[in-house]
């Protein structure tokens, strides 16, 4: 449909005539995300034209009609200035039930969701994903909506989340996460003035049926019951992403500690949960991992500390069904061979410190992932159980990722070199010790209980025989210099030393030494012999 067409007929038509029109250029455009470049001018005087309409008294149809145009317009980023003002903010905020401007929140007089009609909880929709595409797409609209404080009737709204109609809760949510993610001042307000933490906390505990048998403790999902439902788990994906935001910095006030373990006995009962597919529950689990990295590390005790439900003796009587959760969520992320950045370090940053403050949670993962060695035949990198998939990694192109999963076992091995040595062999392990200035051996600095695993009979009796760089026990190699004269081994050890000093002079390659604290040095430095680079090149 033309545009001049549209724009002429809207400036005279009449209300029904306005419906009719714009219907028509809805379907019309429904599926289109990329615009001619050469209407903008047009289009923005479209949006204009329907900011009109919506200011006056129009039917509840008649506005959803136009914010359904309004919408899609939102789409392209260049023409949002008329609505990118705090006129055009207040009007898709007031369409949307939020309250906001002249007064604030204290004043909203908007009937509550539970009196909407069917017509009126589609405009609201329709005006909250206008102001999601809105916000999203004009940095000048983030401004407006902090300076109106849009999230500040947003977190008002919330106290009536248990009357929300499913999209109506979707998509209030999704302005909650855009807002926090944006506007890092709007987070920081939300979380301090507003209470947002609290009230997503409240939401997303409505929203997965949480019943608390004990403090910080829920009740175990029943097995029988059906999966969680796909709207239930949209609104909880959505209060997962913007509790995230708010959590980048926790405080560490007493109230807040408190907040944060109730946040963790929730995602501990988001774990257990099963949706209706396997990729949605993957990404609920995925989004309850990145939220728990953002929790005082403290906190966690309460992913393990279940008194009702009881666990296991030889853990001090913790319930460790979360942690396997997480590594069964960890190997599924290595397995899947991609994207380790985003989707595995979470977790294995997450198992890392929850190891190193937690005893019985590292005593568990090092008996699932590093178990006694009895085979060592095979070289640690090599084979499919945990411990071979996460030494792999330690030699990952990716710098985040292998020092990542490194740093998770040397946790697991309570920080010492020689245990880290025995599971993983030298060569693994060397870019750990050169970045930890550990190459002398020793210890990392958390200091870790006294109790040390016994070592099977199997590596007991095969340990004189382990190759310490690859970490097993290799076969025989025959001796190329078995038969050689003693001038021929002198030659070939003059040959390849006048090598080395070529490459050396050339600065190819730098002889590296250990200095007695670990750290790397320069050779000459660590052997107290001064650099000298004069001399002859020659072979």
């Known amino acids: ?9 809207l400036e005279s038509a009449n209300e029904e005539d306005i419906e009719t029109l714009l219907q028509q250029f809805n379907r019309e455009n429904s599926r289109i995300f990329i615009f001619e470049k050469n209407e903008e001018t047009l289009r923005s005087k479209l949006c204009q034209s329907v900011l009109t309409v919506l200011q006056g008294q129009v039917q509840p149809r008649c506005r959803r009609t136009c914010l359904e145009t309004l919408r899609i317009m939102s789409r392209d980023k260049r023409v949002l200035a008329p609505v990118a003002t705090r006129e055009g903010v207040l009007v898709l905020a007031r369409l949307a039930g939020l309250p906001v401007g002249h007064g604030g929140a204290d004043n909203h007089n908007s009937p509550p969701p539970a009196a909407w009609s069917e017509e009126e909880q589609k405009v609201v929709v329709e005006a909250l994903k206008c102001l999601c595409n809105v916000v999203y797409n004009s940095p000048e609209a983030q401004q407006v909506s902090a300076d109106v404080q849009l999230a500040h009737g947003l977190c008002a709204s919330l106290s009536g989340a248990r009357a929300w109609p499913h999209e109506v809760g979707l998509f209030t949510l999704r302005l909650a996460f855009l807002l926090s993610a944006l506007r890092s001042d709007v987070r920081g307000v939300m979380r301090r003035e507003w209470h947002a933490v609290r009230l997503l906390a409240e939401v997303l505990e409505h929203t997965l049926d949480v019943r608390w048998v004990g403090p910080y403790e829920a009740a175990r999902p029943d097995p029988s019951a059906p999966p969680l439902p796909a709207d239930s788990n949209e609104r909880a994906m959505e209060t997962l992403k913007a509790l995230f935001n708010l959590t980048l910095s926790p405080t560490a006030g007493e109230e807040d500690q408190h907040q944060f373990r109730l946040i ?32 005082p590390v403290p906190c966690l005790d309460v992913l393990i500390h279940l008194p009702v439900q009881g666990g296991q003796e030889k853990y001090g009587g913790e319930n460790m069904e979360a942690v396997q959760k997480l590594l069964d969520f960890m190997e599924r992320r290595i397995d899947k061979g ?57 030699t990952h192109v990716d710098m985040g990722v292998k020092q990542t999963a490194a740093e998770f076992l040397f946790v697991l091995c309570k920080e010492s070199v020689d245990n880290l040595l025995k599971y993983t062999g030298y060569g693994n392990a060397a870019g750990l010790l050169v970045a930890r200035g550990l190459l002398a051996g020793g210890r990392g600095e958390t200091q870790y209980s006294e109790d040390e695993d016994s070592d099977t009979e199997e590596y007991k009796s095969a340990k004189p025989f382990i190759n310490p760089i690859t970490g097993h026990v290799q076969e025989p190699m025959p001796n190329p210099m078995e038969e050689m004269t003693e001038e021929q081994k002198e030659y070939e050890a003059e040959k390849l030393a006048n090598m080395f000093d070529k490459l050396s002079r050339q600065n190819v390659i730098r002889p590296m030494g250990v200095r007695p604290d670990g ?19 020659s072979d």
């Open 1 to 9: 449909m033309d545009l001049k067409h549209v724009l002429s007929k």
């Open 264 to 295: 963790a006995a929730i995602l501990r009962h988001l774990l257990m949960l099963k949706t209706e597919t396997e990729e949605k529950t993957e990404e609920a689990h995925s989004h309850a991992v990145n939220l728990l990295t953002n929790l």
């Open 338 to 394: 991609s994207n380790y950045k985003e989707g595995l370090t979470p977790v294995l940053s997450l198992l890392t410190e929850g190891s190193r403050c937690h005893r019985e949670i590292r005593r568990y993962i090092k008996a699932q992932v590093l178990p006694p060695l009895k085979d060592v035949k095979i070289r640690p990198e090599v084979g499919s159980t945990l411990r071979n998939k996460l030494v792999r990694l330690m």
């Open 519 to 537: 750290t790397l040095a320069p050779l000459e430095e660590t052997l107290g012999v001064p650099e000298d680079r004069s001399g002859s090149d």
